[in-house]
């Protein structure tokens, strides 16, 4: 099994920075796509950001050239650096990974999730 442990988030003054981490731990083969997500109150779950295995990063419009995100491979971590940090930023942030595990017998692809932390920004 694999879990996904979201840190990081909390409340911060608009135009401030955060920094999310997301930790992989489990019987993990290979990782390949990291995500963050976020949920304001009253709104769909829309995606942030994403890495792939190569490297390769993937924003939505509304965090370009405020957000990024970086992986620590060694050490099964995401992160979401976040800066300039906006009001409208105010969302649960969840951590998703396509993960795979391997048995014996076979190596299994799925779709994790973290439990998701708030961030809040706010004076």
């Known amino acids: 099994q694999v879990q996904l442990v979201e840190s990081g988030g909390g409340l911060v003054q608009p135009g401030g920075s955060l920094r999310l981490s997301c930790a992989a731990s489990g019987n993990i083969f290979s990782i390949n796509v990291m995500r963050w997500y976020r949920q304001a109150p009253g709104k769909e779950r829309e995606l942030v950001a994403a890495i792939i295995s190569g490297g390769s990063t993937n924003y939505v419009d509304s965090v370009k050239g405020r957000f990024t995100i970086s992986r620590d491979n060694a050490k099964n971590t995401v992160y979401l650096q976040m800066n300039s940090l906006k009001p409208e930023d105010t969302a649960v942030y969840y951590c998703?990974?396509?993960?795979?595990?391997?048995?014996?017998?076979?190596?299994?692809?799925?779709?994790?999730w973290g439990q998701g932390t708030q961030v809040t920004v706010s004076s």
């Open positions: 998703n990974g396509i993960i795979a595990t391997m048995t014996m017998t076979m190596t299994t692809w799925d779709d994790y």
